[in-house]
């Protein structure tokens, strides 16, 4: 709980703060204490993968573009009625929508009796796999991670093409 | 990068640590938390911290921009011959239980394989941006 | 055997050709990867295709774990049409390609570039065949983020701020989809559409699931460039490189509206979405938005490839408008005009290609004549201009002949009138070109260039026939629609 | 404890919200590029939490089977979650890769400046 209020005063710093140097430091901050509310949430492969992302190849990633591009934002323009409008639009249709969700943490939910649990009671003896996470990750819904691989091949392939120099040719005509 | 000798001294102490615990989490992931994902990225901080500290030229040497660059697809394609392997033992597409004796031996080798092909594909893309992003800065 | 693993193989042949390509790197030998791969796709799809239209339905378990355990394809009279659509695109864009690429594409980039192309072909045949919501995401993002580097590449260097747009709204469109699917996921326990479907029923009237149909219907809408939230389409479409657009014009939008299609229609049920929610007044006024005010502007564009971007948002108003409509007649009208569409589309796209690989010209203006140094061509680029209007004879008017029906059958003739009233404006913006084209001395620009090659022409040709072939024998395209609409109308919530 | 169980569903929920949107209006709001990919991400984290939240049952611990637990939490959000974050990190360094072409085509990253530019090519 206090992980979270500590999330969404980072949230505030990044949107009040215009170096962008800052706002790269505050969002990895954030992942951190994103990584450790999914421990709480019992999430640790996702947490552990959080922490390495987020906090980790982000922040490189975002301090390299920093570096080739420049640190601070220019003052916006335009009034932001249009932008709040939107986003709490989103946030009242979410608000509606939580209103009618299960019970937090409680065991008798759709999420639980459902898919779930045969996860939960068959793994072991269909895979051998006690980490619930790796065996439906890489069995069960071993697809999504064929596409999730593809996804990182993709995007891998595409920030070569558009930033490695590559050989052009001359033009002709 | 005229860097403090004990920087030098105690990063090339940590790699090999770094790299074994790469292993740690991508064999353990069956068991523990972690996979191949995670083991591609602390792999790819390792050679990450390596161009940091010891300059990029070396790093490159060491691991050439080619063979990083082919890691990229060669994940994939373990992925999807491991797919593939499951037409030839007459299974549909991704069953891995045919691929050992029994089913759960199968399974186990198959989800191996298949963390080894994400492994594979999350290092090199990781280290290939940091290399492009790195190089363009250079000139 | 084979038979039995079509439905994996439609997506995972890509896949391998376009790790084949990303590996070899060559520019040449990854073209024929790519030529070679793509021509399986629609031999593939059409054997599905007669599988489902012989049998029913096609079901394959991927890795043997029966669904809602595991990720399940599915084929049926809805999605088996549009998996032909796609590959035959494919197919025929890939042979187009080679050397309208060669003048597009740095040498060093063009390995890579068909790597792209097979990536966004895999991932749009993954969204059309699945039938799990949240495998349906990752082939979006697949598809999205090959489509995002395709368009960066195009020469322009706004080609990058139009491919930057795209990336942000995409992102934002893919992230409010999975909002959705994951207060479906919280509420059933399922991701299959099928098992979604049925546990649907009886909780239907629940705060989150209204929510998830408002998330994913907005998600999606941001996809398919429904009206208001277009401003990605024009942008993309007009710098990214000419077999880029072409492919994506006539495929990527048309994916999207069959992933609406089918949560609107088998997954939350025809009933829900249309009768107890006020569903269709609402995409009613933003297709006839669409249709008027994207017309409208296109009217008024300088550049070609802008000005038929333009006219896709408008086109893609009366598939929408079918959609409101909710009838089996409508849907057909919808489905038969997102096939019809695609061609007619893909025919302009391609010709306008043909275009700049000869003169290097996007400008309406600059245009002038064109039609006397390039008549093959733009005849060509006539036709399926023809069909854009809808006039008899042409694919175009059997969308507008079913849409028209489906208006009348609600007793709405003003909606006719307004079907047929903005089909007037597409005749002011192909006639000014057709004008432009023939009816003006040739400058200078347009006498200068290269030969163009045969198969450029040739196959620029064949989407152009078939807007006339289809256009004139309808029953095929059509059965195809109506069995589409049937399918969707009848829901999925059956037994898994 | 029991006053954390009655305050936690909903305190959970707010803030995942209330991150939503921040993350959105940064995205709409903000014309520097960079900074509306940190809005992005920040907006797709938020979504992990909406995921991940109902998958917990209160006194369950990591979906990794083991002698002498009986309650885990969910496993199949964590997976579709770690699908999402490797999904996102993908979008983001291909929107920075963007964000490089477009500061050396361009000379800026702001897009009020750059869509003026665009006016005067055009």
Redo the contacts between chains.
């Keep these: 709980?206090v992980l979270?209020?500590l999330?969404?005063a980072v949230?505030?710093g990044?949107?009040r703060v215009r170096n962008?140097f800052a706002?790269?430091v505050l969002?990895s901050i954030?992942?951190f204490l994103?990584a450790s509310?999914?421990i709480v949430?019992?999430?640790?492969?996702?947490a552990m993968?959080?922490a390495s992302?987020?906090a980790g190849?982000?922040t490189v990633?975002?301090l390299?573009?920093?570096y080739?591009?420049?640190t601070s934002?220019?003052v916006?323009?335009?009034t932001?009625a249009?932008?709040?409008f939107?986003?709490?639009g989103?946030?009242v249709a979410?608000?509606y929508g939580?209103f009618g969700?299960?019970?937090?943490?409680?065991?008798d939910?759709p999420?639980?009796t459902h898919?779930?649990a045969s996860?939960?009671a068959n793994?072991?003896a269909e895979t051998g796999i006690?980490?619930?996470?790796t065996s439906?990750?890489a069995s069960y819904?071993g697809y999504?991670?064929l596409?999730?691989t593809t996804?990182?091949f993709?995007?891998?392939i595409?920030?070569l093409l558009?930033?490695k120099r590559l050989a052009r040719a001359s033009r002709n005509g | 990068m005229r860097l403090d000798v004990i920087v030098r001294v105690t990063t090339k102490f940590f790699l090999p640590f770094m790299l074994l615990f790469a292993l740690y989490v991508q064999l353990h992931g069956d068991?523990?938390?972690g996979g191949g994902?995670q083991a591609g990225v602390i792999t790819a901080a390792t050679v990450i911290l390596y161009a940091i500290i010891f300059g990029l030229a070396p790093t490159m040497r060491l691991v050439p921009p080619i063979v990083v660059e082919s890691m990229v697809p060669l994940g994939v394609l373990i992925f999807l011959g491991v797919g593939i392997a499951g037409f030839v033992t007459g299974d549909n597409y991704l069953n891995y239980s045919h691929l050992a004796h029994d089913q759960v031996h199968g399974q186990e080798l198959g989800v191996m394989l298949v963390e080894a092909g994400v492994l594979v594909t999350v290092c090199g893309t990781m280290i290939a941006?940091f290399y492009?992003?790195a190089d363009?800065g250079r000139s | 055997m084979i038979e039995h693993h079509l439905p994996a193989l439609l997506v995972v042949v890509p896949l391998v050709a376009a790790v084949v390509t990303a590996l070899i790197r060559h520019g040449i030998a990854a073209y024929v990867t790519t030529l070679v791969a793509s021509w399986t796709l629609p031999v593939m799809a059409l054997m599905l295709l007669g599988q489902v239209l012989d049998g029913g339905e096609v079901s394959y378990a991927l890795g043997d774990w029966a669904p809602p355990v595991g990720i399940e394809y599915r084929v049926d009279g809805a999605n088996a049409p549009l998996l032909v659509l796609v590959a035959a695109m494919a197919a025929l864009v890939a042979t187009y390609a080679p050397r309208s690429v060669a003048s597009e594409i740095d040498i060093g980039r063009r390995g890579w570039f068909y790597t792209m192309f097979l990536l966004c072909v895999a991932g749009l045949l993954g969204i059309a065949i699945t039938a799990d919501a949240?495998n349906a995401?990752?082939f979006l993002?697949i598809s999205s983020?090959a489509t995002?580097?395709l368009i960066?590449l195009g020469r322009d260097?706004?080609a990058?701020?139009a491919?930057?747009q795209y990336?942000?709204l995409g992102?934002?469109g893919a992230?409010l989809y999975?909002?959705g699917v994951?207060?479906i996921?919280?509420m059933t326990g399922s991701?299959n559409m099928g098992d979604v479907a049925a546990r649907l029923a009886g909780i239907e009237n629940t705060r989150p699931i209204f929510a998830a149909l408002a998330f994913i219907t907005v998600g999606i809408s941001l996809k398919l460039a429904l009206f208001p939230l277009h401003v990605w389409l024009p942008n993309a479409y007009a710098f990214a490189p000419s077999m880029a657009t072409a492919f994506l014009a006539s495929t990527a939008t048309k994916v999207a509206v069959y992933l609406l299609l089918r949560f609107l229609f088998s997954l939350f049920g025809t009933d829900f979405v249309f009768v107890q929610h006020p569903i269709t007044p609402i995409l009613l006024a933003l297709s006839l938005a669409a249709m008027f005010a994207a017309s409208f502007v296109a009217v008024f564009q300088e550049d070609i490839k802008r000005m038929l971007a333009y006219s896709s948002v408008a086109q893609i108003g009366y598939i929408t408008l079918g959609v409101a409509l909710a009838t089996q007649t409508g849907l057909t009208g919808a489905m038969v005009h997102v096939l019809n569409h695609a061609l007619i589309k893909g025919a302009l796209f391609l010709a306008v290609g043909c275009i700049v690989y000869r003169t290097g010209v996007f400008r309406i203006d600059q245009l002038a004549g064109i039609g006397r140094t390039m008549p093959v061509t733009m005849a060509a680029f006539v036709i399926a201009g023809l069909g854009l209007i809808g006039v008899p004879g042409t694919v175009g008017f059997v969308s507008k002949w079913y849409l028209v029906a489906a208006a009348l059958e609600q007793g709405w003739w003003w909606l006719a009138l307004a079907i047929v009233a903005s089909s007037l404006i597409a005749v002011v913006y192909v006639g000014r070109i057709v004008e432009i084209a023939w009816f003006r001395e040739p400058s200078s620009r347009v006498r200068a260039g290269k030969r163009l090659p045969i198969e450029m022409i040739a196959v620029t040709w064949v989407m152009a026939g078939a807007t006339i072939y289809f256009g004139l024998d309808a029953e095929f395209t059509a059965g195809l629609a109506g069995r589409a609409a049937d399918t969707l109308l009848a829901g999925l919530a059956g037994p898994g | 404890m029991s006053q954390?169980?009655e305050?936690?569903?909903l305190?959970?929920?707010w803030?995942?919200?209330?991150?939503?949107?921040?993350?959105?209006?940064?995205?709409?709001?903000?014309?520097?590029?960079?900074?509306?990919?940190?809005?992005?991400?920040?907006?797709?984290?938020s979504?992990?939490?909406?995921?991940?939240?109902?998958?917990?049952?209160?006194g369950?611990?990591?979906?990794?089977?083991?002698e002498g637990f009986e309650?885990?939490?969910?496993?199949?959000?964590?997976?579709?979650?770690?699908?999402?974050?490797?999904?996102?990190?993908?979008?983001?360094?291909?929107?920075?890769?963007?964000?490089?072409?477009?500061?050396e085509?361009?000379g800026t990253?702001?897009e009020?400046?750059?869509f003026d530019r665009?006016d005067d090519d055009a």
């Design positions: 709980m979270l209020t999330m969404a949230t505030l990044i949107i962008l706002v790269v969002s954030y992942s994103m509310v999914m949430l019992d999430a640790v492969d996702v993968t959080e992302v987020g190849i982000s990633l975002m390299g573009t920093l080739l591009t420049k934002e220019t916006p323009v335009h932001p249009l932008p709040l939107v986003a709490l989103t946030g979410l608000v939580t969700l299960p019970p937090f943490g409680a065991a939910t999420l639980h898919v779930g996860y939960l793994s072991v006690p980490n619930i996470v439906v990750l819904r999504d991670t596409g999730e996804v990182i993709t995007a891998g595409g920030v558009l930033l | 068991f523990g938390p994902f941006i492009t992003f363009r | 949240f995401f990752v993002e983020l995002y580097v960066a260097r706004r990058l701020l491919a930057y990336l942000i992102t934002i992230t999975v909002v994951g207060l996921f919280v991701l | 954390v169980a305050l936690l569903p305190y959970n929920y803030i995942t919200i209330f991150l939503m949107i921040s993350g959105l209006y940064i995205v709409v709001a903000r014309g520097n590029m960079v900074k509306k990919l940190v809005g992005l991400s920040l907006f797709q984290t979504v992990y939490l909406l995921y991940l939240s109902p998958g917990k049952i209160l369950g611990t990591p979906p990794i089977i083991a309650v885990y939490s969910a496993p199949l959000p964590h997976v579709l979650i770690l699908t999402a974050i490797v999904v996102g990190v993908a979008t983001l360094a291909l929107g920075l890769a963007l964000i490089v072409r477009i500061n085509a361009f990253i702001e009020d400046e750059l665009d």
